[in-house]
T-cell receptor, first 116, second 115 residues
């Protein structure tokens, strides 16, 4: 079974709709991240969380919100989707230790979101 | 601020050719450096990493050396295979006092290997 799972894998929606993307992990990691990937731009950080009570904005948080329901679950919401939020979204996890060279992140398979 | 710059793709090679994908970075302090690979339809997975100057990361025939003097971490492979076709991302993690663990990614380089 995959360590980091994302649902749905694909979603097509319309402008103005509320959308939730979900991420679950079985790695036991405290840290979780949401990225979006756009062609030619690499991955950009939307939000990150160090534990259930610690949530932080990334570089492109406008238009997004998150919820850390448990150590293993981290959801990303688009309150009112717009076409330029069409992208590939990735969830990732990491542990808190620098042992072994630090902060490798483990990624889910991604959610392809299209906003019409 | 911290940043990562990769060579633009796509890179198209014939099987068994030598591969170099250039990566340079800007960072304060001493970051850790990573190469991630994304195969079609999948998420990113760690390919190799290096945590201090002159370290060489290696995996699956790929290598990269952390060069502090040139702020580079170029990815190389001596003989590519069709199965290496993927998008490759260079990334850094800044070991600042806040230790957020955030990764900063380059824009990605698409590699296509033809038989």
């Amino acid at each position: 079974d995959a360590d980091v799972t994302q649902t749905p894998r694909n979603r097509i929606t319309k402008t103005g709709k509320r959308i939730m993307l979900e991420c679950s992990q079985t790695k036991g990691h405290d840290r979780m991240y949401w990225y979006r990937q756009d062609p030619g731009l690499g991955l950009r950080l939307i939000y990150y969380s160090f534990d259930v009570k610690d949530i932080n904005k990334g570089e492109i948080s406008d238009g997004y919100s998150v919820s850390r329901q448990a150590q293993a679950k981290f959801s990303l919401s688009l309150e009112s989707a717009i076409p330029n939020q069409t992208a590939l979204y990735f969830c990732a996890t990491s542990d808190t230790s620098w042992a072994g060279g630090g902060n490798e992140q483990f990624f889910g398979p991604g959610t392809r979101l299209t906003v019409l | 601020g911290n940043s990562v710059t990769q060579m633009e793709g796509p890179v198209t090679l014939s099987e068994e050719a030598f591969l170099t994908i250039n990566c340079t970075y800007t960072a304060t302090g001493y970051p850790s450096l990573f190469w991630y690979v994304q195969y079609p339809g999948e998420g990113l997975q760690l390919l190799l990493k290096a945590t201090k100057a002159d370290d060489k990361g290696s995996n699956k025939g790929f290598e990269a050396t952390y060069r502090k003097e040139t702020t580079s971490f170029h990815l190389e492979k001596g003989s590519v295979q069709v199965s290496d076709s993927a998008v490759y991302f260079c990334a850094l993690s800044d070991r600042s006092s806040s230790n957020t663990g955030k990764l900063i990614f380059g824009q990605g380089t698409t590699l296509q290997v033809k038989p």
